[in-house]
């Protein structure tokens, strides 16, 4: 497959071009058509736990891990890497079913623990000064913010 053409945007167009990646970094949300070409939506909730990883250069996207579209009729595995789709094998149902509940155990572990406050920071966690007194979502916003910038 060619090179994948990288938009992004707030909102999520109602119509999708095959050849491109749409990003939101707004609502942490990448969405493109299924590389196979049937025509199906995937959606990659962007997070630390659960969701995918983007990297972005200022040229080339890549997500990880890969995209497994086990939930549609094709079946189709790939990586998103440096803006090209990279097949991946198939994988069993059993691989299928491990795998989710290895994500599903991830989410547990990282949500069922007690929330850290800039005020009260995690064992290793360091907050920097500017930083301090500030809610997480202050926080998130200031980070949006800044990527609004480069992007």
Not at 2 to 19: A, G
């Amino acid at each position: 497959m060619k090179k994948l053409e990288i938009q992004f945007v707030q909102f999520m167009p109602k119509e999708l071009r095959s050849d491109t990646l749409y990003v939101s970094m707004e609502y942490a949300t990448v969405v493109h058509l299924c590389a196979c070409g049937c025509g199906s939506k995937v959606v990659t909730p962007l997070s630390s736990v659960g969701g995918w990883k983007l990297t972005y250069d200022g040229e080339n996207l890549t997500l990880y891990p890969s995209i497994g579209n086990w939930s549609f009729p094709c079946r189709s595995h790939y990586f998103v890497r440096n803006s090209r789709v990279v097949w991946a094998g198939d994988m069993s149902q059993a691989e299928i079913l491990a795998g989710r509940e290895q994500d599903r155990k991830a989410m547990n572990t990282n949500y069922n623990r007690a929330p850290v406050t800039p005020e009260q920071p995690g064992k290793n966690e360091k907050i920097p000064p500017d930083m301090a007194g500030r809610s997480r979502s202050g926080i998130l916003e200031r980070l949006l913010e800044r990527l609004k910038m480069w992007f």
